[in-house]
Every structure is written in structure tokens, then in C-alpha cells.
């Protein structure tokens, strides 16, 4: 991988690079022909990263499926898909670690202690491996494409970060590997995070800015659903993630809730039109 990065760079070519943990769908699609537009080299890679994930949650179960993946980004114009494993990854002896402070600490920082902290050493190592002009990633993780900036800006990378819209099935579910896990019941009941951003939108758009009413108005929803138990809802600034208590149009609506035993997160700028009911 580094030679193939290295020989595009000498010959003057732009690299865009997606990463991602594969059980490939729509929305990593999205990232790959952005991708395809941006740059002459695009590289996709896939691994399941161990150090992101906290014990007792589903780095084993993490759904993998390299033929189907392979397929996808062949269709998608893929050049390289890198699918590096755990030990070339993290070989004995491992003990350096890229960790963002302040904006790790809220919203998933809180509920997966660690988690970042695996997430910005993996993408710091894969843009060193990669050495991509641009990098994608989707607002669906937004916090993760927050603290990503972050590192770029603090560490000085060499590297342009995009950051794409989510992908959504025609009935509003933010597209992810991990819906897989849903059974047919759960899949109906999970649509309850979607609608309680719409109900937030429209809300917030009928001039309700206090944050605590707001809030309200997406529990309500979300625990219409007898299966749905919230991890967290909350209203920050859409860049820092700080705590707010009047929105604006630069707050972000974050959210996670458990379906059953499936952590599922979805978020929307509160000032945003809500649409993938009209674009389907
Ligand atoms: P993952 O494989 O889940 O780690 O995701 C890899 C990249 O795809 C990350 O930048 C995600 O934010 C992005 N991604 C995942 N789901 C979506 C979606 N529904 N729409 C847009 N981007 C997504």
C-alpha cells in the first residue's frame, strides 16, 4: 500500500482515500464516488478496528463480508482496497496512541470510554500508510468526523478531510453495517430515531429554540417505542460539540439509542431541512 501511495504521489497524483470497517453499503457508496471524482488514486480500506471497540461490545459479531465488499468497490471504481490485518496493524510491542481531549470526552466519548482514542490512531496510522490528499467521511458518525478534523488541524496532517451527508433508506433509517443485527421488528422500530429528528426539526422550525423542550419532544418519540431505550440525546455546537441551551443553526441533534441489544446513532443539524421524505 505504501508503494502504490508512494509511486502516485512521485507521478503527481491527487489520493483520495475512504476508510471504513466494510459490510460495505449506500452510504460508504456515496463516500467512494466522491472519492472517484476527487482524486486519480482511490483507495478504499476495511478493517474492523479492535482498539475502537470496548469489551463486551461486538468486535467479534461485527459483520464481514470481504466478497460482497470487493464486488461493491469494484463497481464503485475502487483502484486499491486495502484490508490490512490486526497483527501488520498493531504488531508486539504497540504503545503509541493519538488521543483528542476535549471533544472525545461527550456524547459516544462517554458511553464507549476509548473509543475515539482507537478511532484517531487507526485513521492517523492509515493516513500515514495512505498519504491520501483527501479523506472521506460521513456526517452519519459526526462526532467521529468532528474529532478527525481536530486531529488534522492539531497535528498538522497533510490532508484535506471531507465530510459527506448520510445516506438513508427510503423510510429514513441512516444507513449502517450494524442494522444488520436488527430482526424485522426491531428494523420498524428503529425508524423512531429518524422521526424524532424530523419532530425536532420541525419543531425548532415553528421558533422553539430552548433545548430542554426540545429534548423532550425527541424522548417523547423515541420512547413510544417499547424496545428503544436512549443512551443519549443531546444539543451541541455543531463544531466544538459544547453544550448549548438555546439552539441555533449551528446546533447538532445527536442521538443513540439501543434497539434491542443494536446501538444505533443518527444525528442532523437542528437548523437543517430534514428531507429524505421527499427524496423518496
Ligand atoms: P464504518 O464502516 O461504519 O466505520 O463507516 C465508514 C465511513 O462511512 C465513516 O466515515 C462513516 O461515517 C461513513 N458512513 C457510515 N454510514 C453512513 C451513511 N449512512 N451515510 C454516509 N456515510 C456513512
Given at each position: 500500500m505504501k508503494e502504490r501511495a508512494s509511486a502516485a504521489r512521485a507521478e503527481g497524483k491527487s489520493v483520495s482515500f475512504v476508510p471504513t470497517m466494510g459490510f460495505l453499503h449506500d452510504g460508504h457508496a456515496s463516500l467512494m464516488r466522491a472519492g472517484r471524482r476527487r482524486g486519480d488514486l482511490l483507495?478504499?480500506?476495511?478493517?474492523?478496528?479492535?482498539?475502537q471497540f470496548g469489551a463486551g461490545e461486538d468486535f467479534g459479531a461485527y459483520p464481514r463480508d470481504l466478497a460482497r465488499d470487493s464486488a461493491i468497490a469494484l463497481d464503485n471504481g475502487v483502484d486499491v482496497l486495502f484490508v490490512p490485518n490486526a497483527r501488520e496493524m498493531y504488531p508486539a510491542g504497540f504503545q503509541t496512541w493519538v488521543n483528542v481531549e476535549d471533544i472525545s470526552l461527550p456524547l459516544c466519548g462517554a458511553s464507549r470510554p476509548g473509543h475515539f482514542r482507537g478511532v484517531t490512531t487507526v485513521v492517523a496510522k492509515l493516513f500515514n500508510i495512505v498519504r491520501p490528499t483527501v479523506a472521506f467521511f460521513g456526517e452519519k458518525d459526526y462526532q467521529q468526523l468532528a474529532v478527525i478534523r481536530r486531529m488534522v488541524a492539531d497535528l498538522d496532517m497533510d490532508v484535506e478531510v471531507a465530510g459527506l451527508p448520510t445516506v438513508r433508506e427510503a423510510d429514513g433509517l441512516a444507513m449502517s453495517s450494524r442494522n444488520a443485527y436488527l430482526s424485522p421488528a426491531e428494523r420498524t422500530s428503529a425508524l423512531c430515531l429518524s422521526r424524532s429528528l424530523a419532530a425536532?426539526?420541525?419543531?425548532?422550525?415553528?421558533g422553539e429554540v430552548s433545548v430542554r423542550r426540545l429534548c423532550e419532544e425527541v424522548e417523547g418519540v423515541i420512547l413510544r417505542e417499547p424496545c428503544a431505550v436512549i443512551d443519549y440525546v443531546e444539543f451541541?455546537?455543531?463544531?466544538?460539540l459544547e453544550e448549548t441551551e438555546?439552539?441555533?443553526?449551528r446546533t447538532v441533534l445527536a442521538l443513540a439509542v439501543r434497539i434491542g441489544?443494536?446501538?444505533?446513532?443518527d444525528n442532523t443539524m437542528i437548523g437543517r431541512d430534514f428531507t429524505w421524505k421527499e427524496r423518496c
Open positions: 483507495v478504499v480500506s476495511i478493517f474492523v478496528n479492535p482498539t425536532a426539526t420541525a419543531l425548532y422550525r415553528s451541541r455546537h455543531g463544531d466544538t438555546q439552539a441555533d443553526d441489544k443494536t446501538r444505533l446513532i
